[in-house]
């Protein structure tokens, strides 16, 4: 079954950086394209960032561009979000989510979510 | 930037009650509308996508329609497993996605 597992979240300092990782298993994750979306504390949605299923393109939610960075390792099966920069409104829970269509190069849905790691950003 | 506009923001129905919500987008998307159930502490689940396709493993209760702005879930015999925060989203206008802001389903 599909399993993806949020890593790396914690408290940070305004201005700081913080780099979230996601594991992925249960299924071919080289052919997928995958997302950061993020929910501020008793908010809603916020998509942060995709990634094309070979790392080749890369787009970013606005709020975000220009200091969060999202890459992939497909030989580990993994994830990544590289937050620097950060703000309090960067406060929230951090989920990773897989595109539901093989082989995507745009984002589309999120079919299965991991479990979210929580980012905290206060002096 | 497209803008997707949920109501209710809130409601509180009972069990067995059919309940719609309503998302309006900014500008006309075609039926690239999807929507997402969010349960306290959970990650949310995708139920609807294309506007009207059921994901395979949710309920037939669970219904969507609509195009172009408008579009509708419909809940046609509410569960106690339903209460839950649901969310449209949209992906016509990529590659930057969007989230309508949800609407709670509460129990009367």
């Known amino acids: 079954q599909v399993q993806l597992v949020e890593s790396g979240g914690g408290v940070v300092q305004p201005g700081g950086s913080l780099r979230l990782s996601c594991a992925a298993s249960g299924f071919t994750f080289s052919s997928y394209g995958m997302h950061w979306v993020r929910q501020a504390p008793g908010k809603g949605l916020e998509w942060v960032a995709f990634i094309r299923y070979d790392g080749s393109n890369k787009y970013y939610a606005d709020s975000v561009k220009g200091r969060f960075t999202i890459s992939r390792d497909n030989s580990k099966n993994t994830l990544y979000l590289q937050m620097n920069s950060l703000r309090a409104e960067d406060t929230a829970v951090y989920y990773c989510?897989?595109?539901?269509?093989?082989?995507?190069?745009?984002?589309?849905?999120?079919?299965?979510w991991g479990q979210g790691t929580l980012v905290t950003v206060s002096s | 930037a497209i803008q997707l506009t949920q109501s209710p923001s809130s409601l509180s129905a009972s069990v067995g009650d059919r309940v719609t919500i309503t998302c309006r987008a900014s500008?006309?998307?075609?039926?690239?509308l999807a929507w997402y159930q969010q349960k306290p502490g959970k990650a949310p689940k995708l139920l609807i996508y294309d506007a009207s396709s059921l994901e395979s493993g949710v309920p037939s209760r669970f219904s969507g329609s609509g195009s172009g702005t408008d579009f509708t879930l419909t809940i046609s015999s509410l569960q106690p497993e339903d209460f839950a925060t649901y969310y449209c989203?949209?992906?016509?206008?990529?590659?930057?996605?969007?989230f309508g802001g949800g609407t709670k389903v509460e129990i009367k």
């Open positions: 500008q006309g998307i075609s039926s690239a």
């Open positions: 989203q949209q992906f016509n206008s990529y590659p930057r996605l969007t």
């Open positions: 989510a897989k595109d539901r269509k093989i082989g995507g190069d745009q984002p589309r849905l999120l079919d299965y």
